[in-house]
């Protein structure tokens, strides 16, 4: 597996909120905190130290056991950082994004998310968004009332209808997709989707070293005005993580 990660504050924003958790070589992920003073950054990083606290339950487990698994941690995640929220006021009304990928060795990769940090899968130069925005730009896309064009320009487009830590309970998302040899896979912020497109997107990905497309993706976000938090990881699939290898 090639691997490389990006963390940026942008051109606006005083401080990084995101965090990425890089557990090699089987679970990913990336969250994107919000919250006054430094209480999304913290949002970020407990989500996140709390997946990885429990990463060792999801070992040995497949198909439903660990869609099972995984829903649960996001409950615990949940928990974990509302407790927080609920326990200093600097922190009340604290949150976060969570959205990774655990690859369980034979050929599959779950993919997990809450809110609107996104899983997309590069083949064969597609690009193919796996994770479902929790938006209210993103519903009012599903029921045919803005196009992608216009969500994509809209002004409300970052206003969540679920995030880690909010309320006492959530609903994530899990995804289980098949993998092969020279899949891409990238984990993302909405820093980088709010600034690119997705075709420009899939344009940086076909680069032949993952090094030189993290580097081309943080550029392009920056030029482009870099309005939030850029943040993303980069996963190029070889036979070590692909069990199988057929189409």
Do not use: W
């Not at 969570?98 to 997990?112: A, C, D, E, P």
């Not at 809110?115 to 590069?122: A, I, N």
């Not at 081309?216 to 699939?237: C, H, P, T, Y």
């Amino acid at each position: 597996m090639s691997v490389a990660a990006r963390t940026h504050k942008g051109r606006v924003r005083i401080n990084n909120e995101d965090s990425l958790l890089l557990e090699r070589p089987f679970l990913f992920a990336i969250a994107d905190g919000m919250g006054g003073y430094n209480a999304g950054e913290v949002a970020s990083k407990l989500a996140l130290e709390k997946l990885k606290a429990e990463k060792e339950d999801l070992y040995g487990k497949n198909g439903f056991a660990l869609v099972s698994k995984l829903y649960q941690i996001m409950r615990d995640v949940n928990v974990e950082v509302y407790k927080k929220a609920q326990s200093e006021y600097t922190l009340e009304g604290m949150g976060t994004t969570l959205s990774g990928i655990y690859f369980n060795g034979k050929g599959k990769g779950y993919v997990f998310n809450v809110g609107d940090s996104r899983v997309y899968l590069l083949r064969q130069k597609q690009l193919k968004q796996i994770t479902r925005d929790h938006s209210l730009v993103a519903e009012m896309v599903e029921n045919g009332e803005l196009t992608q064009e216009e969500a994509f320009n809209h002004p409300q487009k970052n206003m969540l209808t679920r995030g880690i830590g909010v309320n006492k309970n959530v609903d994530g998302d899990v995804f289980v997709i098949d993998i092969y040899t020279d899949d891409t896979i990238l984990l993302c912020s909405d820093g980088l989707t709010d600034m690119l497109h997705d075709n420009e997107i899939a344009e940086y990905l076909q680069k032949e070293d993952t090094e030189d497309a993290a580097d081309a993706l943080l550029s392009a976000s920056l030029e482009k005005g870099g309005r939030d938090n850029i943040s993303f990881i980069i996963l190029k699939l070889d036979r070590k993580e692909v069990e199988h290898d057929g189409r």
